[in-house]
């Protein structure tokens, strides 16, 4: 079933623990690119954006796995100088589904109205800002930790509303048949590596042993419960509130 299957996984570090060790061919890619092959039908599987499934409720969700926190999440952040309150533009992650439109609810919420763009140069300044998130986050806060600030979304939405936020889930396509075998293979690899934190960090190759072991510990759930479902239905909420997607009845249809 695995070696068939057509699954695809968010490239960051934070994807790790949900999908090492899995015995089949793996596409690793950006979440806004896993979206679009999974909403085409090229994939069959997905760790994506869990905007994706409030945008298009077709799918099934892998229940109990989930990336999520219930704080900073530390890799999605906002990177600014002065005040949050006086920028005047955010440069967007175009890898990003699910923090963009975080990061338009929080704005919304706090009724700061920067203009959002997608231009890319790169550069922060008193009026300027940007939205950075993965791996490249991880990246750039480590090389400029004491240059600039870091507006943590997941430590602004637990501010907000005082549950978790959930970044990505897996989704089924609709016509995947065995699901409950997929999910039940996706519980427990999870489960797998997180009672083995230390040899699944000790094979990463870029990032430390005590920044991989602290950024899964205290910045990171893997958990998709009852309270990370009322998060998501939280921001489901809001979004419809602030016109990121139409309003409608969703289910969470759980395999």
Partial sequence: MQASLRIGCVKYLNARPLIHGWDGPVTLDHPAALCDQLAHGELDVALVSSFEFLRNPVYRIVDGVSI???????????????????????????????????????????????????????????????????????????????????????????????LPFVYALWLVRPEVVDVRTIGDCLRALRHENLVSLDRLVAEEKEFDRDFCLRYYRDHLRFNFGENEKEGLRTFQRLGEKHGLHPKRDIEFNLV
Avoid: M
């Fill in 68 to 162: 999520s926190s219930t704080g900073p999440v530390y890799s999605v952040f906002v990177a600014h100088r002065g005040d949050i309150s006086e920028i005047g533009e955010i440069e967007l992650d175009p890898a990003s589904e699910t923090s963009v439109n975080l990061l338009r609810c929080l704005l919304a919420e706090l009724k700061l109205t920067p203009d959002l763009t997608r231009t890319s140069t790169s550069i922060v300044t008193d009026r300027r800002a940007r939205l950075i998130i993965g791996d490249q986050a991880i990246r750039f806060r480590k090389e400029h930790e004491n240059e600039f600030h870091f507006w943590d979304l997941g430590e602004q939405w637990k501010k907000l509303v005082d």
